[in-house]
């Protein structure tokens, strides 16, 4: 079992290239959502990396395959710019699925 990287920069593929974990590099959403069903096809992937910038492209297709598939997991990276989230991002989901404020 592998780890696959789907990323929208160059130097991350290289930089998780030198660990080992092969890849490929795409921008735009149809692009996200082909490597993405081949990624999900390849029978020894057992884990899928994708960059912040490429799951906002497409929330729906990753957000579904994340719930509905058993395999492989699908995991958010940052991307060369840092994370996009705000400080509070862990409240702000706690807030948003049980309603709850902390």
Do not use: W
Not at 5 to 13: A, E
């Amino acid at each position: 079992m592998r780890f696959y990287l789907i990323s929208d920069n160059v130097d991350t593929q290289v930089g998780l290239r030198l660990a080992g974990i092969e890849g490929v590099v795409v921008h735009e959403a149809a692009e996200v959502q082909k490597a993405l069903k081949e990624a999900m096809a390849m029978e020894d992937v057992a884990v899928i990396l994708m960059t912040e910038t490429l799951i906002s492209l497409c929330p729906d297709m990753v957000y579904d395959l994340k719930l509905n598939q058993k395999r492989p997991l699908i995991l958010e990276i940052p991307d060369r710019h840092g994370n996009g989230r705000t400080k509070d991002s862990i409240t702000r989901y706690v807030r948003e699925a049980i309603g709850l404020n902390i």
